[in-house]
């Protein structure tokens, strides 16, 4: 099981700020810090990534363009991107980097022209030795951190965020939203509290009385029974046929049998 990885933020970037805790003082490069804050921030897999190149980015409305062969309902979109991370991408793929880091490292692989950022052709290795420079554990209890856990990562803040299911849905482009609960979605024992406390504080000052709790109204029941003739059911045990929940009026049989 992979678990999301909450804790990852400035840690990979600045994990030599306290060279005593960690292995390795030296930082992460700039080019994988970016490349782990757009996974968390969009969900998007190592190929996806990969693939990404300058048109895929729209600044005017701070957003990648996707193509529908990246989504499971094959339809294309746009994917909502930060501002700062628009300006970040810009910068990165603007400074020439990209372009020399697939030239020295992809010399018998291809790689995009114009590509957007610098995707390792294994991530996850290049993730495992982050992670390690910052004292974050590969494995615990709760599962292992894995490249794609950033994508589990963004699911669930979605819904810390409060997106709905289908705002969550829309955002990891799944088909169903049964797929992204269930599969994707993850819940924080810190959250769990946070959300008791919260339940607590409306419930135990009084705030939670007519919002939830309605008396019924004197005259519903007149209202119920106010119906059509043709909507009303017979008491008459000659007018029910075996297995007819829903028997036909006097009327309306004379009218079938005469038609």
Known sequence: MRRRMTHLRCRLKNCRTDQTQYQDPTPTPK???????????????????????????????????????????????LQPLPKIMVKQLESLCGSGMVQALYQRFYRDFVYPKDALLYVPSHPARELDKDLKKAGIPKHTEKGKVAFHALRTCFVSLTYEAGASHKEAQELARHATPTLTANTYGRARDERLATVVEMVAERVLSGQVVANTVHETESDVTAKVIKLLPEQQVTNNSEEWRRGDSNPRPEMLQDKLLHA
Not at 42 to 55: D, K, M, Q, V, Y
């Open 31 to 77: 080019e994988r810090v970016i490349l782990y804050k757009l996974a968390a921030n969009t969900g998007f897999r190592a190929n996806e990534l990969r693939s990404l190149t300058r048109r895929h980015l729209d600044r005017k409305n701070s957003s990648l363009i996707l193509d529908p062969a990246w989504t499971k309902n094959r339809r294309p979109k």
